[in-house]
């Protein structure tokens, strides 16, 4: 949920899977985090952890230094937001929430009753976050944030998480070899920060722990809790895509900058849908992709998706999957791109074609890795495309039309 840059990290199911855990390092860096650990032991121990469980869990610990290079790699902040939203908001995901929602409606209607925040909002951040349980991230939580404590930017904030970690295993609530996730630390079906956890999960099923590893009903509960907790206005909606009239100003833009909805209606601004803007309460508008694309007024509830992963593509694609599950349609305004991004179906679509024409890049998972990109750099360049490795509509349509 939180993490490095400010607060923001990404979600495990938009991650491109990454090479375990190393089990080994050269000697002077091993020895230099080890040092670094002892050096833990009593900040960890004015945190809560005991000194037993501190020696129990480092004993033999080795670093990860393939996380560091991730601490500068965010796609909500370099991947084009068509590309980004088309990944995360495609129909697999939109028909598996829906069966998710029926599935566990008992434990959502209870949920929503005690947090106040609505069943398809709560199972859109699940969706997103770990694709309903399916992608927990494969890191060991222990050996990652114990290099990111001992090594790169953020070490003082790393270390609070690796200590909220340990105080997580001492006091039974999920056990080590279960604390497995994301780079940065988050793990669990939606994927929060250890600290975050020890704040704000709860223990909805009544077993005694707070086990966002192995009780559904824990974290979705929880996933409310901390919504709730952000701001979250009971009954209010997150936004709505609205139109913009020829020639508007848009320089008051920004999720920030919210005024009266009255005032946007004064402006011209029209609900996309045809509807009328609500009469009363305030609102922002924002342009994720300027004034030529979509446009969206948000409303608090949208800020406090914001602040579950500080990223406005993030928050976008968790609200606008909330409305799909909702029975929503598509935004009416396209992105202002002549190359759209891909689902995650056609994706495999443009591995399966590049398999075909005798690419080596592994199975067709749907992840864009460093094999599929200089594969699609290379068909790019001979489709006179421009070859930047992106799985664009453009490049699958040269591939299904050279199709072998």
Known sequence: ???????????????????????????PAAAQDLACLAQLRAPAQAYGVSAATFDRLTAGLQADPTVLPLLDAQPEFV???????????????????RAMLEQWSAVLARVEAEY????????????????????FGSRALLPSLATLACNGRRQSFFRQELFATMKIVEDGHVAPERLNGSWA???????????????????????????????????????????????????????????????FDSSGAGRKNKRGIAEWAGRGVRRADGGALAQAGNAALLLPAGAS??????????????SYNAAESYALAIAHLSDRLRGAGPFATPWPTDDPGLSRAERREVQTLLLARGH??????????????????VVQAEFGLPADGRAGRRVLDALRQARP
């Open 79 to 97: 991947t084009p937001i068509w590309d980004y939203m088309a990944a995360l908001v495609d129909d697999e995901r939109i028909a598996d929430g």
């Open 360 to 377: 080596d890049i592994g199975n067709p998972d749907g992840m864009i890795g460093a094999r599929t990109r200089e594969a699609l750099r």
């Open 185 to 247: 630390g988050a793990f669990g079906h939606t994927q929060f920060m250890p600290s975050t956890y020890l704040r704000l999960a709860v223990d909805f099923d009544g077993d005694g722990r707070r086990d966002l590893v192995d009780s559904i009903a824990d974290a979705l509960a929880s996933t409310a809790n901390f919504l709730r907790q952000a701001g979250w206005q009971r009954g209010l909606a997150w936004g709505y895509e609205v139109g913009l009239p020829a020639g």
């Open 1 to 27: 949920m939180t993490t490095p840059r400010s607060k923001s990290r990404f979600p495990v199911s938009a991650l491109l899977a990454v090479a375990p855990f190393a089990l080994s390092l050269a000697a």
């Open 293 to 306: 694309g979509p446009a969206f007024l948000v409303t608090r509830n949208f800020d406090a998706i914001y």
């Open 116 to 135: 106040g925040v609505d069943a398809a909002t709560v199972v859109a951040v699940w969706g997103v976050e770990s694709n309903y349980g399916r992608n």
